[in-house]
């Protein structure tokens, strides 16, 4: 998976489509990551201590991480990451610009 946790990235498919935000976590045996503000959903919570109410609390859930496209920070646009190997080094390069990602 080329995204990483704290990279910028736009939601290109789904509800949340158009929405962008920060990597905060991703899950590498589903191939989903959680983006900050996005594809947020209720959860009714069971109460687990005597005389206290259950509640609705909303929680972050993960997508698919072929939904998201790296925001460039060149262009500010979704791009795709490519690799290149300059000075003997491996570093993203955004594919719109070309320019390395750090």
Do not use: W
């Amino acid at each position: 998976m080329k995204i990483k946790v704290g990279d910028n990235v736009v939601v290109t498919r789904g509800t949340s489509r158009g929405k962008t935000g920060k990597v905060l976590k991703i899950v590498h045996a589903r191939n989903q990551v959680v983006v900050e503000g996005v594809h947020i959903v209720k959860r009714h919570v069971r109460s687990r201590v005597p005389g206290k109410k259950g509640e609705i609390v909303k929680v972050t859930r993960p997508i698919s991480a072929s939904n998201v496209k790296f925001i460039c920070p060149e262009t500010k646009r979704g791009t795709r990451i490519g690799y290149k190997i300059v000075d003997g080094e491996k570093k993203r390069i955004s594919k719109k610009s070309g320019k390395a990602i750090s």
